[in-house]
């Protein structure tokens, strides 16, 4: 072998070796904190070494460290793009990139008022956020719903843990595609499909209020009406936030009737409600169904599927009514 042949083989074979002693840098988004796997482990179903486990992570896996969250030596944490959540130990990993946090400031509304703003809200044109909010602000095509119960829309979750993940980024359009025709007891539905959901507004927590602050949806507009109307809703009437869905009317066209007042009433009497409305996937968010580590600043549900918006809800005034039947029921404003 001639002397230079030799040495360029010398080269490469230390340039390999520097290669593989080097840690690999992922870019990632400023504001995503992210972690690596450093050998083969488990993420549990909370934060203990005891508790089930919620998925197999092998050595070099990318995870999502979930809002930051920490407890008992334990980082909360989903993979890229698939969930569902879990709990690994922080001797297991190494932070590959961690954004500053801070308070959020107010944001300014970008338009004058509601009758202004656009579906994509204040969202730039053509961006993943933007077809999130229109789809949150498109009533459904008219026909008969497709009946789903809260069960329903945990196996939803499941579905959506596997073809999509959850938080804290809004869906690619590919991502959208993924998600259309899942399976149900009664078929199969996508985003945008109008559904009825039968059950009770959740009593004991904060969880059905007005967003007052403003949102990228409603152009970041404040006060009451200009912002949508949050109802957990559970299928039965001693089950907790944790254990139901979100469901959301948005100020567009909103009856008169409909008012948060209103709603109160029923959820203090623990009045049975029928609601209707398209069915749309909130990834932005994560799941947040376990009370005893809960997210500070998510809405308590148990899966990230909604009805929003509602375009109908009706309400039951006896003792019983007919799930099938719309003319046993009785709309919000009548007594």
Known sequence: MSMNRAGALLVSLL?????AATPRVFAQPADLDMLQTLRDVVAHTSPSADST????????TNLIWAVHAEKDGFYRVTRENKGPQGWIAKDD?????????????AVKACVESLADCPKRGCAAED????????????RPADGTPLKLSVDDFARLQRE???????GPQDLSPTQHEAIKHLPVDGGTVSEGDLVRVIGYIAKGEDGLHA???????????????????????????????YQGIVVEMIPQDRPAAWTVEALKE??????????????????????????????????????????????????????????????????LDAK
């Open 93 to 105: 990993v190494e932070v590959l990139h961690e954004h500053v946090h801070h308070e959020d400031k």
């Open 15 to 19: 340039g390999c070796m520097l290669l």
């Open 211 to 241: 967003n007052q602050s403003g949102e990228s949806v409603n152009c970041q507009l404040k006060k009451l009406p200009n912002n949508d109307i949050h109802i957990p809703l559970v299928a039965k009437p001693g089950d907790t936030e």
């Open 53 to 60: 486990e919620a998925f197999k992570a092998p050595a070099g």
């Open 160 to 166: 959506a843990d596997e073809r999509v993940g959850q």
């Open 266 to 331: 029923l959820q203090a009497n623990g009045t049975q409600v029928w609601v209707e409305g398209g069915l749309a996937y909130d990834k932005v968010h994560y799941v947040n169904a376990d009370r005893a580590n809960a997210f500070k600043d998510e809405p308590a549900r148990m899966s990230l599927w909604e009805v929003h918006p509602i375009t109908r809800f009706l309400v039951c005034r006896k003792q019983n009514c007919d799930a099938d039947n719309a003319d046993d029921w009785s709309a």
């Open 127 to 138: 961006s993943a956020e933007a077809a999130a909010n229109e789809i949150k602000r498109t």
